[in-house]
């Protein structure tokens, strides 16, 4: 026997259903005529990514992680045959101090990435898409150098994976609309 609260529950449940059906709502990673995101993300070529990074060690990998973490996030398992569209990056760091003491050293810090991007199709060289993002990931700074360098190098890789993620949500978002007009 079906209780009254799981009827109104299943019928909120459709409504809200037909709702976004109704307002052209369609899931990101669904299939689109056939046609799955995925294997449109796989056709995305990385372009080596331009750093304007100073030449500490770190920073001198900042573009290599960034392209990295788009290769891992557009096409998982591999490029999906020869490539359609060209995604060029350039990326750019900065710190700011925050937390100061009244000894004037500071404690606390924000890094700050941000990346412009570029989406442009291969077969007739047109830009599609562009645009900024940006990421901010704080880091202590502390009485030993070398705990700060580690937590320096751990806030830019949660930064690098935000911008790598923010990205291609971006390009997934595009490419899913222009799949749909085409």
Request: glycine residues 14%.
């Amino acid at each position: 026997m079906w209780s009254r609260r799981t009827l109104l529950a299943g019928l909120a449940g459709g409504l809200l259903a037909a709702g976004l059906g109704g307002c052209g709502f369609r899931p990101l990673y669904g299939r689109t005529g056939g046609a799955d995101l995925s294997d449109t993300l796989a056709q995305v070529e990385i372009g080596p990514v331009g750093s304007t990074a100073s030449d500490h060690p770190d920073l001198a990998r900042l573009g290599q992680q960034l392209r990295n973490a788009l290769l891992d996030g557009l096409a998982p398992r591999g490029p999906g045959g020869a490539p359609v569209y060209r995604l060029d990056v350039s990326v750019s760091e900065g710190i700011s101090s925050l937390a100061v003491q009244k000894s004037a050293d500071a404690t606390r810090a924000d890094l700050t990435l941000t990346a412009n991007y570029r989406l442009s199709d291969l077969r007739t060289g047109a830009g599609l898409l562009s645009g900024s993002t940006s990421a901010i990931s704080s880091f202590n700074i502390l009485n030993s150098e070398f705990a700060t360098l580690t937590a320096e190098k751990g806030a830019r890789d949660r930064a690098v994976r935000q911008l790598g993620d923010d990205i291609r949500l971006r390009v997934a978002i595009f490419l899913k609309s222009h799949a749909g007009k085409s």
